[in-house]
């Protein structure tokens, strides 16, 4: 299960619960992260804001974060991720559905 978490100081983190426990999910330099959606393999997806509040999606694999942002828009929201690895979005304040069909080797 993925989600969202406030700290004492209002700041968002996305969470992993995983097997009963916890984890933190936040973006190295975000300054809040939403954890939006998981699949079987454990890859999560979401979106964090950077220094300039600008929304970016995010792909974390393996425990290796991805930034992915839909081209020439001002926001990316991922908010789901099937067992294919393909993830479901939106853009520009949800006036823009997206998916996205990962390059396998």
Do not use: C, M
């Amino acid at each position: 299960i993925v989600g969202l978490w406030k700290d004492a100081n209002n700041v968002l983190h996305g969470f992993l619960l995983k097997d009963g426990s916890f984890s933190s999910i936040d973006v190295a330099g975000a300054i809040k992260t939403y954890a939006e959606g998981i699949n079987n393999a454990g890859e999560v997806v979401g979106r964090y804001l950077d220094s300039n509040s600008v929304s970016h999606g995010f792909v974390l694999s393996k425990g290796v974060y991805a930034t992915l942002d839909f081209p020439g828009t001002s926001d990316t929201e991922p908010v789901g991720v099937n067992d294919h690895g393909q993830i479901v979005g939106s853009a520009n304040g949800g006036t823009i559905g997206w998916i996205a069909i990962p390059k396998r080797d």
